[in-house]
């Protein structure tokens, strides 16, 4: 739940930019939007190119709609087993994808709202 509202802040904050005609700051956080999800992006890619491409583009969504947190941690808790051709366990996905916000877009939020 984190996740989602750190992602719904972040649009919000970048819309403001927009308003406001801070351009500059627009740009930066939007950027650093798009770098997270490219690189989730990349990351659902990896984990399941290997299971088909109806299952990689089943899991693009989540990460689409800023649902991959919590898509991730619900596996997590039910102790989701790794499938045969996924490249990692839930747990290491999840803990991917929390290394990935945090680099690529919580830390350059903080930088850029300061």
């Not at 351009?23 to 992006?41: D, K, N, P, R, T």
């Not at 991959?68 to 596996?75: L, N, Q, T």
Request: charge should be neutral; hydrophobic fraction near 50%; include cysteine.
């Amino acid at each position: 739940v984190t996740s989602i509202v750190d992602l719904v802040t972040d649009i919000y904050i970048t819309s403001v930019y927009w308003q406001k005609n801070a351009f500059e700051y627009f740009w930066a956080s939007l950027a650093s939007l798009c770098v997270s999800m490219g690189i989730q992006l990349l990351l659902v890619t990896l984990q399941y190119k290997r299971m088909g491409w109806q299952r990689v583009l089943r899991e693009v969504c989540p990460v689409l709609i800023g649902f991959k947190p919590a898509v991730d941690a619900h596996r997590v808790a039910t102790g989701a087993k790794q499938e045969a051709g996924q490249a990692f366990d839930s747990m290491s996905e999840m803990t991917y994808v929390k290394g990935i916000e945090m680099f690529a877009e919580a830390i350059p939020g903080v930088i850029i709202q300061l």
